[in-house]
């Protein structure tokens, strides 16, 4: 193929693209400076109320010109612009609700501080909470470009769609998949290596709820696979590591695997056991 053929191709596709997008550096950049705007003050503190006025108002702009790409009528654009920031205050506000809960239950977190400037799990559920917020707004594709950053920083994966209560608490976090139609109620901790996922991946299933249910005051524990979106974990359950769970366990439960130990003694071990890794 030629370089005059191959450049007409790309315009073509580009030009036929279904739907407008975002520019995805501007976006990523957004987020993170959001993100420092709420939590990590230049140079560890604001200057003057008047700094803090101008970043805010900086944002603003920022975030205007990301969805104008994505918004072709200018009063579109106003009103998201106004609706997102309007609702910022009660995001920020779970927020500090969740990094206090990494708080009260981490025994390695010393201050809030350390939470908020150093916790790979309190900036992916940030990320999450705002893309969520988006995503009830109806912006398409931005809230899945910052859920991607996230995830590509910490390892952690939230879909934008999922629903999740107050007072979050990720420990940990690497390797962390949260689908886009689970449910999580207050509460809730979970350690690194969870998925929360489907049972059936068919694409005519993705108008369905895919993904379990996790009550109030739940400790899913590393490496745990939840699937299936007709599975509930009940309130005040407890999942041990490792778990793979594909069926409802009633509140209080406590679900583990059972170890058992074999001393080795000159007999072989039964032929179930007698492998060599």
């Known amino acids: ?18 739907i407008r997008f975002p520019d995805k550096i501007r976006s990523e950049n957004f987020i993170n ?12 503190e604001y200057i003057s109320k008047d700094a803090l006025e101008k970043g805010y108002m900086e944002l603003k702009q920022q975030f ?10 200018e009063t579109e654009v106003e009103e998201q612009t106004a609706f997102f920031f309007t609702a910022l205050p009660d995001v920020h506000k779970a927020l500090l609700l969740d990094a206090d809960a990494v ?15 150093a916790y790979p799990g309190f ?4 990320v999450y909470r705002i893309s969520h917020q988006l995503r009830k707004q109806g912006l398409p594709l931005l809230p899945r470009i910052f859920s991607e950053h996230a995830h590509s920083k910490t390892g952690i994966d939230i879909n934008p769609g999922a629903v999740i209560g107050p007072s979050f608490f990720i420990d940990h976090g690497t390797g962390i998949v949260i ?3 689970s449910h999580i109620g207050s509460r809730v901790k979970i350690y690194q290596g969870v998925t929360l996922g489907a049972l059936n991946v068919s694409k005519e299933l993705a108008s369905t709820k895919r993904h379990p249910t996790i009550e109030d005051d739940v400790v899913i ?3 745990a696979t939840i699937l299936g979106g007709d599975t509930v974990v009940g309130r005040n359950s407890i999942i041990g590591g490792n778990v793979w769970l594909t069926y409802s366990v009633p509140s209080h439960s406590i679900v583990y695997h059972k170890s058992e130990i074999k001393v080795r003694d000159n007999n072989p071990f ?8």
């Open 64 to 73: 205007s010109i990301i969805i104008s790409a994505i918004l072709l009528q």
């Open 123 to 126: 900036y992916a559920t940030a």
């Open 103 to 117: 708080l009260q239950f981490d025994p390695a977190a010393t201050s809030l501080d350390e939470v908020l400037l």
């Open 221 to 223: 524990y590393s490496g």
């Open 1 to 18: 193929m030629s370089q005059t053929s191959f450049l007409e191709l790309l315009y073509q596709q580009n030009s036929t693209r279904s």
């Open 33 to 44: 400076d959001l993100f420092n705007f709420l939590f990590v003050p230049h140079a560890g």
């Open 270 to 277: 039964p032929e179930t056991l007698n492998f060599v890794i």
């Open 179 to 181: 689908g886009e139609t």
